[in-house]
């Protein structure tokens, strides 16, 4: 999967950290799993999800978005999600949370950026 200006939710900041998540998911599945990647990878997502997760939230919240609760829920299943996975990385199974990793960040950005996050594209551009 590779970032297409397809998935943009016509707001700069937002962009260029979602496209921070295609870059994880290029790394590794370039055969990038060694320790220090791996873990710099989950370092990116324990980021992501605190920083844009918290700003999605207040641009949707400012702009009066209808769906923000059941948009925040989603927020903290994929929370959820990057907990699980710094739990493997700390058992060593490099090979199991390299590719938990892939199939987690497929998943969300397959469901989540592209139809989700479309949702509130021209709520947050047209205020």
Known sequence: MEWNPIYEVG????????????????????????????????QVLEHYVVAHFDREEYLMA???YPFLAEHREQHEDFRATVSRLRTLWGRGDLATICQEIIKELSAWLSYHII???HGYKGWITMK
């Open 62 to 64: 400012e702009a009066g």
């Open 11 to 42: 707001h700069p900041e937002l962009d260029a950290e979602h496209r921070s998540l295609f870059e994880v998911l290029a790394t590794l599945s370039q055969g990038s799993c060694e320790t220090e990647s791996v873990d710099a990878q989950i």
């Open 115 to 117: 139809d989700a996050d």
